[in-house]
């Protein structure tokens, strides 16, 4: 699976079971409740069909799926989630509270049942503990497991201490994620160690996959476009599977190209327009910032479609040049920061306009994306597997 027509492919392939399960599940009491929590919020029929079409949109789906997008929504069971801090900042918590489509409230309260939150609830002590053992009980094999933030892993995990008990995170996150439906991994530092794993590492932190060896679905990005994150949580809940992944263990729909590839100051590269120092004329007419050390070339994600904070702008467009987050060990592989990557095997193109560089580019950007275009195919192929097995075992 190695473009979007083999990702459109693949889910045309879904329509007859998704249909099926829709229609098992439908109740038009359901459905009337739903409408009218929608007019109680101050949504109209038209304001949900928007978003069913951005949705579909957004997780590159064949226009077939809008329809079923906003009946799934519409009737599907609330979902448990348990969302777990270990050694982070909350920043991918801050980002996902500023999610837009849909806004919090309704995915908190129409979508899903935020069970457990280590930093948004309100009790504390002993109240949570016992709080989080009986939703491990009472939802167990059926709530999402979401978790924020690297697990330090070096003498037991000691370096991470959570709750009233003293438990490592390492510990919780063992007890946690082993009865979860489908676990999942927010930010870079849960998918990949991020900053706490950088050299030297003292406290031998890593992502979940490589501390605990489980299955994950990484959405990495210090922190995650809330886009991701929404996105990924929803696939879940409304096709009950989770999305085609690459080697990394990232969804596709939202890692399968490269921040360079939608770019605005692409045309830029193109051109050979380049920044060449900051504050210069290139700086002020918003060339390219490759030569700034910008990573987008090496980056997979969508930032540049997206934006945060609902859309209003990205580091790019800020002027600065992408460093590389949602990739592992960015922190040493991507640093300096501010200056081209000498290893990447990336020539800028010479000054000779769009159609003299375009052959060339192309044939370059070919050569050094191939290594990383294969793990995505490699990738598909094994969690396409991975999958089917999973879905197997639970029939």
Not at 165 to 179: C, S
Request: proline share 5%; glycine share 10%; with cysteine.
């Amino acid at each position: 699976m190695t473009s979007s027509k083999d990702l459109q492919g693949y889910y045309e392939s879904l329509l007859k079971e998704v249909d099926e399960k829709l229609n098992d599940l439908y109740s038009k009491e359901t459905e009337e409740e739903f409408n009218q929590k929608l007019k109680e919020n101050g949504f109209s029929r038209r304001d949900f069909l928007k978003w069913a079409s951005f949705l579909t949109a957004t997780l590159m789906l064949p226009p077939a799926f809008e329809s079923r997008i906003a009946k799934a929504a519409a009737i599907k069971e609330r979902t448990p989630i348990i969302w777990l801090h270990m050694a982070e900042c909350t920043g991918c918590s801050e980002s996902f509270l500023r999610t837009r489509e849909p806004d919090i409230a309704t995915l908190i309260f129409e979508q899903v049942s935020l069970t457990y939150h280590d930093t948004l609830m309100m009790a504390s002590g002993e109240r949570v503990e016992k709080h989080l053992d009986e939703a491990i009980q009472r939802y167990k094999g059926k709530y999402i497991c979401i978790i924020e933030g690297a697990i330090p892993t070096k003498d037991g995990g000691i370096y991470l201490r959570v709750g009233s008990k003293g438990e490592t995170g390492l510990e919780r996150a063992k007890r946690v994620t082993k009865d979860a439906k489908v676990n999942l991994a927010f930010g870079t530092c849960a998918a990949f160690g991020g900053v706490q794993a950088a050299h030297p590492n003292p406290t031998g932190a890593k992502g979940v996959h490589d501390a605990l060896g489980i299955e994950i679905v990484n959405v990495p990005g210090c922190p995650p476009n809330s886009v991701n994150m929404v996105g990924t949580l929803l696939h879940i809940l409304l096709f009950d599977k989770i999305p085609p992944l690459d080697l990394l263990y990232r969804p596709l729909w939202a890692y399968g190209s490269r921040i360079h590839d939608y770019c605005e100051r692409r045309a830029h590269f193109d051109a050979g327009e380049f920044v060449e120092e900051w504050g210069d004329e290139g700086a002020k007419k918003g060339w390219c910032l490759y030569k700034m050390g910008c990573k987008g070339p090496l980056t997979y994600n969508n930032c540049s479609r997206y934006r945060f904070n609902q859309g209003t702008n990205w580091p790019i467009g800020a002027g600065h040049g992408c460093i590389g987050c949602s990739e592992p060990n960015f922190w040493d592989t991507m640093a300096p920061f501010e200056e081209p990557n000498d290893e990447s095997g990336i020539r800028i193109p010479a000054s000779k306009g769009v159609e003299a560089a375009s052959d060339e580019i192309g044939s370059f950007l070919a050569g050094a994306t191939a290594a990383a275009v294969g793990i995505h195919a490699a990738g598909s192929i094994i969690r396409a597997k991975a999958s089917k097995t999973s879905q197997k075992e639970s029939e």
